[in-house]
């Protein structure tokens, strides 16, 4: 035999341990079955994975919060590269001048300007088809430890330039704990993390306290070691990161998160009557959370954690919390919420959006109240309002959480976060 011949024998020998062909036939079958179960198995993921649409990661993106200004630009107010200071100790954040993101091109165009305060984690939002509003956020530059600037201002899309227009009533630390609802009108609905809300005005270009401001009041509980404590709670609801949403009448749904362990209260705003209404309590006690308004008015709530509550003691009585991943519908018709079972991946510090096809995209987030200290999901899912179902999807390219999530048209959506954004097209 030549040693070409038995080259070849021993290949197929180590072909066929591979594969269980020097085993029993019934194993060998076995083995095969496995492998052609996979295979099919994966297929059938792809396919129907496709046809919920799919994320595309965009080469090159980073920075802070982004406005979608058409189907084909993205602003980027600004970004900072941090750079050790030895005097200080601290990190100094270098601007970078702002930017628009080339949908078509993939790639970023510098605007070469700066906003006039330099600042990172604030919040923006687009007014018009000519002005986008900046405002709170941290400010760590010239040697100086953070602070959180009141001062707002406008970019103007047509003019490309910044200016400064009237402060906030509340400081804006971070955009993990406030939440931004366009009004009807064109006005800006604002939550602070501290239960207080304001509002601002594009024509007169100032904000302004929404309601009476709440008055805090003192209530007595018990921690995990049974130590008397103190809390504040507002007036008409337990605020800590709020989930608002505009319902089809113009006023805006607000779900509060408790502290004490009860179901979490909620209430509407009336941006005509300037006034706050308690509705029906949620069915389970949560915080950050997501809450979306559905095509026939209804409010999806999804998501967010209690984990908190169980270390809480009120009196004597323990809180149990409830299940993360329970979601309820909120019928303003009707004030009344109705449980429509678990999400598939427990997630609080996750966004959703109402998709033209009235389905629900509800993308990442943490899975637990920690943030990026849990452990983070790429799992995005669909709800069905028709089925009241949930439906596992493909995932997102990166892990995040706290980030934002906005039409770009009526097939994509856009999702930025720090650490770069995707697109999700379906």
Not at 96 to 115: C, G, H, T, V
Not at 198 to 225: L, R, V, W
Not at 252 to 263: F, K, L, R
Not at 362 to 388: C, Q, S, W, Y
Request: charged share 25%; proline share 4%; hydrophobic share 35%.
């Amino acid at each position: 035999m030549t040693d070409e011949n038995k080259e070849k024998i021993n290949n197929k020998s180590s072909l066929r341990k591979l594969l269980g062909l020097n085993k029993t036939y019934g194993l060998y079958k076995l083995n095969v079955v496995i492998v052609i179960s996979i295979f099919i198995f994966t297929v059938f993921q792809n396919i129907c994975y496709a046809n919920n649409g799919k994320f595309e990661y965009l080469k090159g993106s980073y920075g802070d919060t982004a406005v979608v200004l058409n189907e084909n630009e993205i602003f980027l107010p600004s970004a900072y590269k941090e750079v050790l200071n030895p005097k200080t100790g601290l990190h100094d954040q270098i601007p970078i001048p702002a930017q628009i993101y080339d949908l078509k091109e993939r790639k970023f165009k510098s605007l070469n300007i700066f906003m006039n305060i330099h600042r990172h984690m604030y919040l923006a939002v687009k007014l018009n088809d000519n002005e986008v509003l900046i405002f709170g956020g941290e400010n760590r530059t010239k040697d100086r430890a953070a602070y959180s600037p009141k001062e707002a201002e406008i970019y103007n899309i047509k003019n490309n330039t910044f200016k400064l227009v009237g402060g906030t009533n509340y400081q804006y630390y971070d955009p993990i704990y406030t939440n931004v609802v366009k009004l009807k009108d064109g006005r800006i609905f604002i939550s602070t993390a501290a239960s207080n809300f304001e509002i601002y005005d594009p024509k007169t270009m100032k904000f302004y306290k929404a309601g009476e401001e709440i008055k805090y009041y003192k209530k007595d509980f018990f921690d995990s070691k049974g130590k008397k404590e103190k809390i504040r709670n507002s007036k008409n609801i337990y605020n800590f990161k709020v989930a608002m949403t505009l319902l089809h009448d113009g006023r805006v749904y607000i779900a509060g998160a408790n502290y004490d362990g009860e179901p979490g209260n909620a209430e509407i705003y009336d941006p005509k009557t300037n006034t706050f209404t308690p509705v029906a309590d949620q069915l389970y006690p949560r915080f950050c959370r997501s809450a979306v308004t559905l095509a026939d008015g209804r409010v999806l709530l999804t998501g967010g954690t209690n984990a908190y509550y169980s270390y809480i003691l009120h009196g004597k009585k323990r809180f149990k919390p409830s299940e993360d991943g329970d979601a309820e519908i909120y019928d303003p018709k009707t004030n009344t919420y109705t449980s429509v079972g678990l999400l598939n991946v427990r997630r609080c510090y996750h966004s959703s959006i109402l998709l033209s096809n009235e389905k629900v995209l509800i993308v990442d987030g943490a899975k637990g109240p920690g943030g990026a200290t849990d452990r983070e999901t790429r799992k995005a899912e669909l709800f069905d309002p028709k089925t009241n179902k949930f439906k596992l999807i493909s995932s997102t390219k990166l892990e995040r959480w706290a980030f934002n999530i906005e039409k770009i048209s009526d097939n994509k959506v856009f999702i930025n976060s720090y650490n770069g954004w995707e697109i999700y097209q379906y």
